[in-house]
T-cell receptor, first 113, second 113 residues
Framework: NAGVTQTPKFQVLKTGQSMTLQCAQD?????MSWYRQDPGMGLRLIHY???????DQGEVPNGYNVSRSTTEDFPLRLLSAAPSQTSVYFC????????????FGSGTRLTVV | AQSVTQPDIHITVSEGASLELRCNYS??????LFWYVQSPGQGLQLLLK??????LVQGIKGFEAEFKRSQSSFNLRKPSVHWSDAAEYFC???????????FGAGTQVVVTP
């Protein structure tokens, strides 16, 4: 059971480039989320999904797009990378809200130069 | 406004000594409460969670946390720390039925011999 798998682990982008961060889970979890982690700020929610075809914005959605065509996958797209998007990105999933807690992936460290 | 506060950015503790990490939240109702641990270069691992019932909850790795409604607190404790407990610890609150988590800024724990 792989849990939550994120790829790539590291990425360097030039300003203006686009890319997709991949996230896949094999636990049949309905809820999935993307967070970014910056020093001294904890984790901040970018986008989340409560099931295939249903997504919504979190606290810091600007510059990011998501879609959820299957239960397993929840990719995060950066359309035009900016240095302010340099961060560590985490994908997480949970069976549903309540007394479950989220399972996190190991993260993608993104640097935009 | 809703918030999660971890007052201590950095704590240094001797191996074998006790540890207490503070977490305060500001919400209208009793939320779902979580503590996560992040080892260097790793994702987040769930230590314990509180939803309702007994206000003292036990988690993995010998950690426990106590929910105090009157103080809006959910402090994490361990009676005797091990060098492997050196990590960053995050308190998180589940704020709605859509599965959104709000994180504190984290507390970095250093364990000295």
């Amino acid at each position: 059971n792989a849990g939550v798998t994120q790829t790539p682990k590291f990425q360097v982008l030039k300003t203006g480039q686009s890319m997709t961060l991949q996230c896949a889970q094999d636990m049949n979890h309905e809820y999935m989320s993307w967070y970014r982690q910056d020093p001294g700020m904890g984790l901040r929610l970018i986008h989340y999904s409560v099931g295939a075809g249903i997504t919504d914005q979190g606290e810091v959605p600007n510059g990011y797009n998501v879609s959820r065509s299957t239960t397993e996958d929840f990719p995060l797209r950066l359309l035009s990378a900016a240095p302010s998007q340099t961060s560590v990105y985490f994908c997480a999933s949970t069976p549903g809200m309540g007394n479950y807690g989220y399972t996190f992936g190991s993260g993608t460290r993104l640097t935009v130069v | 406004a809703q918030s999660v506060t971890q007052p201590d950015i950095h704590i240094t503790v001797s191996e074998g000594a006790s540890l207490e990490l503070r977490c305060n939240y500001s919400y209208g109702a009793t939320p779902y409460l979580f503590w996560y641990v992040q080892s260097p270069g790793q994702g987040l691992q769930l230590l314990l969670k509180y939803f309702s019932g007994d206000t003292l909850v036990q988690g993995i790795k010998g950690f426990e946390a106590e929910f105090k409604r009157s103080q809006s607190s959910f402090n994490l404790r361990k009676p005797s720390v091990h060098w492997s407990d050196a990590a960053e610890y995050f308190c998180a609150v589940g704020v709605d039925s859509w599965g959104k988590l709000q994180f504190g800024a984290g507390t970095q724990v250093v364990v000295t011999p």
